[in-house]
């Protein structure tokens, strides 16, 4: 068995055969991380680029520490510090890259579809380390992964995603991989910042109530408020979206059964989470930042197995 | 097997200092069985037993995409005389693969390698077994099959 896919350029390319696979080797890979030595040889032949034109803490070092662990060779590029600056374009930096005998290109870009555009022009595998407000697979997988290691299964279980769906990619891969393993999906915010016509695109619930939908739920993921990819104003102040839907221990505690909590990262405490549910029993937000990387190993060497010799 | 299970406990009077680990996947069946065979004979002394998927320490990983299976190995191989067990002996890659692993897991004392069937042309590496079943010439174009329900092994 192996995975239907080349890259991984998002969920929605997947069939529920891949995910399980990927979720499966994952499992493997999060017991070689509890090994004195956490590093196996498997990709040891393998280069790969982690092309960030954008941001990121958690991924990339997640990422890095992915390939570290697979034993392969890793080159770090921030469009920041480099030539980009200087008017290169993207398909001339990548294939510069890749003539230095680079195998894998893990990217992060703020313009949706970029990684897609890649794929059509260079040989090697692409892993989307997230694309402007397209999607964030990785993310999502390993979400689904702590979702299943924590409540069992993903088959039935009802899952809200809380917040600015409309500029998420975590929410739309979320929303992909969940519908994909048979969870029932819920999103929940100000009407202002949920897309139109997605109850009829994607086929889920919408709800603009939060106690409604905390009352509904297994599992909340609550999504980060991204003021910097909001170019008009959604709602009048960030006390004020506290205030409605922020999730509060107040909140938590009225209902009637313990729901876990999620949240992507970065969090911003006291806006879309209050700091006492962050860091409660509930909150198994660190665990996801822990499973980030078994997952991210996971689909590097599922990718690296399909690279021809 | 039962001569097997009788050799190991011979060369080891200590059960304490020892550790059995099978090999993932088909090894899972002789070391379980070797491990209750000596865990009737020996019902008072501790038996450390686990089992090893080398799948991420193989050199063909590019070939061919081959998927992990479990590992549990719930115990310190420290200082330990480790046992690996595993069905037939053939090229001596997967052996290979599992010292490579082992290392990861600790310094053992010592390591042996007790085999099913140990296929004795076409070894590829310098690996022998230190105790084993039984011994068969075979060419590569045959194919050894160990069938459990009829406890038999079978040459093609």
Known sequence: ???????????????????????????????????????????RDVTIVNLFYENSTRTRISFELAEKRLGADTINFSASASSVSKGETLLDTVNNILSMKVDMV???????????????????AIVNAGDGINEHPTQALLDAFSIKEKTGSLEGKKIVLIGDIMHSRVALS???????????????????????????ALDIKVEYNLKNALEWCDVANVLRIQLERQNQVLFSSLREYNLAYGVSKKLLDG????????HPGPINRGVEIDSDVADSKQSIILQQVENGVAVRMAVLYLLAGKRAI | MRRLAHQLLENHLNLGNVVFIGLQPRGIQVSAKMVDMIRELCPNDPVHYGVLDITFYRDDVREELHLANKTDISFSIEGKIVILID????????????????QDFGRPQKIELCVLVNRRFNRELPIQPDYCGKSIDTIISQKVKVEWDKEQVILY
């Open chain 1, 1 to 43: 068995m192996q995975l239907s896919t080349k890259h991984l350029l998002g969920i929605k390319d997947l069939s529920p055969e891949d995910i399980s696979l990927i979720l499966d080797t994952a499992t493997q890979f999060k017991e070689v991380l509890q090994r004195p030595v956490k590093k196996v040889p498997s990709l």
């Open chain 1, 106 to 124: 893990v990217m992060r870009h703020s313009a949706s579809g970029a990684p897609h555009f890649l794929a059509q022009h260079i040989p090697a």
């Open chain 1, 174 to 200: 979320n929303i992909y991989l969940l519908k994909k393993m048979g969870a029932e999906v819920m999103v929940a915010g100000p009407p202002t910042l949920i897309p139109k016509y997605i109850k009829e």
């Open chain 1, 255 to 262: 209902l009637k059964k313990e729901i876990v909590i999620m």
């Open chain 2, 87 to 102: 069905d037939v002996l053939y090229t001596g890659r997967t052996i290979r693969a599992a010292l490579d692993a082992l």
